[in-house]
């Protein structure tokens, strides 16, 4: 067997209208889209082309998960499952050569129902550099555990039931982490003390199932969740669970994460509809009042979030391979191309990552798509690691210390030097 921020091009956030909620200090890729919660890196020296002879380590995972790596120092921490569901795995590795530094099974029972592209394990872990959280939907609810490995405690969340499984990632506020559970029933989404698990707050959602991780903004000088969902978007006080504002969407399943773009939130549907932008600091139903633009869509539908490059938001097609540039200001179609050819296999689940202005797309099949936005698309490359025909690629890539960790369903490839 085989061994297996902020971006330096601006995106243009604006401090006085919409910023994230987390430190600009924070150095590490600690949660869901990193630091900005944007999918940005303002790393120097990260590869921008690679190949199999870039892999410093690559390392086989026990079980199957879609979970992307996230960093706290020296240590990655992933989710898995094994035994079709059965066992639900937390791993930390080591970040210099990928060396397993401990493994818990952390929950065993009959699985809950899930989709052959979602399976058991596919929301990512937050840490804040002394715990990290870890979500299983009904395969145990929540979990934290220290960094070296201890269980500090477990949140079982009760019956939200829906027939393709759970995925959205906890974030962190101040002592809290918060968990989105949409489901088909008795969805919610929640807060917790993130040191004892004690129950904040929690707050109903509509039922429908769902799978959009939240971020946290802060506009008109208040701190606000946003999280994407079946009928459109809602914004919490993210300390008290308190709804502030809902704008009415197009097409159901509210899976992309939202993106914030400038003084904007850029939101796509899961379903074929149109694409639309929200200005946050609202209240009530600000449908008529704050959803600046929207714009339909010449596309099938969609799983990754879209990423914002200066004045032009991406936004992949997750089936046909096609990548569509939208002017974030108007939600114009700037351009329209497909990124795939013959060389290219597999749809693109995967959410991009941006560095050095060029936003990195991860098919299926583990090929990567780097693409410069402009007047016009440009491929700067095609990379490759040259992964089994076993390995499936739906995580987003990490960026970290120049190098990249990029997880497939079953190994994980550190790439640079």
Known sequence: MRPTAYIALSVFVSAACLSTGLSAA????????GPQQD?????????????????????????????????????IFLTSAA????????????????????????WTGDPEPTHNMNGWASATCVTDGERVYAFFGRGGGLFCYSVDGKQLWN???????????TAACPVLFGDLVIQNCDADTNAFIAAFDKTTGNEVWRTKREDARGWSTPIIIKAAGRDEL???????????????????????????????????????????????????????????????????????????????????????????????????????????????????????????CATPVSWS??????????QTIAVKPGEKMEVVSVNDVDPAKAEIFRSSPTPDKGQILLRSNIRLYCIGK
């Open 26 to 33: 924070e150095p590490e890729w600690s949660g869901w889209r």
């Open 226 to 348: 946003v999280v994407n969902g079946h009928s459109g978007v809602r914004a919490y006080n993210p300390a008290s669970g308190e709804e502030l504002w809902y704008c009415k969407g197009f097409a159901g399943r509210g899976t992309p994460t939202v993106t914030p773009a400038g003084d904007l939130l850029h939101v796509v549907c899961g379903l074929k509809g149109d694409t639309y932008a929200v200005r946050p600091g609202g209240s009530g139903n600000v449908t008529k009042t704050h959803m600046v633009w929207h714009q339909p869509r010449r596309t099938a539908r969609d799983l990754p979030a879209p990423i914002v490059i200066g004045q032009q938001s991406l936004v992949m097609d997750m089936r046909r391979a096609t990548l569509t540039a939208h002017d974030i200001a108007t939600g114009e179609e700037v351009w329209q191309e497909r990124v795939a050819d013959a060389a290219v296999t597999g749809q693109f």
């Open 357 to 366: 202005g060029i936003a990195f797309f991860v098919a299926e099949s583990g």
């Open 83 to 106: 035994e079709d569901g059965r066992e639900r795995i937390l791993m930390c590795l080591n970040r210099e050569d990928g060396k397993l530094l401990w493994s818990e099974t952390v």
């Open 155 to 165: 949140k079982p969340l009760g019956d939200f039931d829906g027939p393709w499984g």
């Open 39 to 75: 999918g940005h890196s303002s790393e120097a020296n990260l590869p921008v082309k690679w190949g199999p002879e870039s892999v410093a380590w690559e390392v086989p995972l026990k079980g199957s998960g879609q979970s992307s790596p996230v960093i706290a120092g020296n240590r």
